[in-house]
């Protein structure tokens, strides 16, 4: 009688413990699912730290050159022009043409750059792009910073004719101001410094490079150089 009775309260109870367990069970796998979604969450927030960290670096970086054209040149002009009260001749108004263009290739490139901080909530756009153009017109600005801060150093940039390619403006011109910076940058001193960019064709496919005789790169962090892109 005793063992029967038993065999029925664990009969009694054993539904209601299978409840129990469904519960529980199922309970774990939504804490499960809610972990999943925190952790995709967070590297999410990783990976937009990292691009407000580039896009940071890259505002610094972009914006200084034609910032040192329009302090270097509006400070000529003053002490030329201004405090010695000499008329403004060809040459003085050459640094005024020379200040317009800068500023209006920083308000070019604000504009890129707010481009790029949108980049996470719109799909890159696909349209041919003048990259000579392009080019001659960053080492216009580099030329100009050069001028400014380092004005007994030459160098020469050498830009081939009519390269074009497919892809998104924004970046490409981005890519561009990074590559061609640093040549200039890292060929200082070299005696004729030259910087070139050019293309190699190869059939149906063609590699753009950007080559100078500078300092070169130290191949252990080139995977580091694209980072931004």
């Not at 801060?149 to 940039?157: D, G, N, W």
């Amino acid at each position: 009688a005793i063992a029967n009775s038993a065999r029925l309260t664990a009969d009694a109870a054993s539904p209601q413990t299978t409840e129990l367990q469904t519960k529980l069970d199922d309970r774990e796998r939504e804490l499960a699912d809610r972990t999943r979604e925190l952790a995709g969450r967070v590297r999410e927030l990783d990976n937009a730290g990292r691009e407000l960290d580039s896009l940071a670096h890259s505002v610094s970086h972009d914006l200084r050159a034609p910032l040192r054209v329009v302090d270097g040149f509006a400070t000529i002009v003053l002490e030329d022009y201004g405090d010695r009260g000499k008329p403004l001749d060809d040459v003085g108004r050459d640094h005024l043409r020379r200040i317009v263009a800068a500023s209006q290739r920083m308000n070019s490139m604000i504009d890129t750059l707010l481009n790029l901080s949108r980049m996470t909530s719109r799909e890159l756009a696909s349209e041919r792009v003048d990259l000579s153009q392009i080019a001659r017109e960053l080492a216009d600005d580099l030329r100009d910073d050069l001028r400014i801060r380092e004005p007994t150093r030459a160098i020469e940039f050498v830009v081939a004719p009519g390269l074009r390619a497919d892809g998104d403006p924004t970046l490409l011109r981005l890519v561009l101001q990074n590559l061609l910076g640093n040549a200039a940058k890292f060929s200082a001193r070299s005696r004729d410094a030259r910087v070139e960019f050019g293309c190699r064709q190869d059939g149906a496919s063609a590699e753009f490079y950007v080559r100078d005789n500078g300092a070169g790169f130290d191949m252990r962090f080139a995977e580091k150089l694209f980072g931004m892109f």
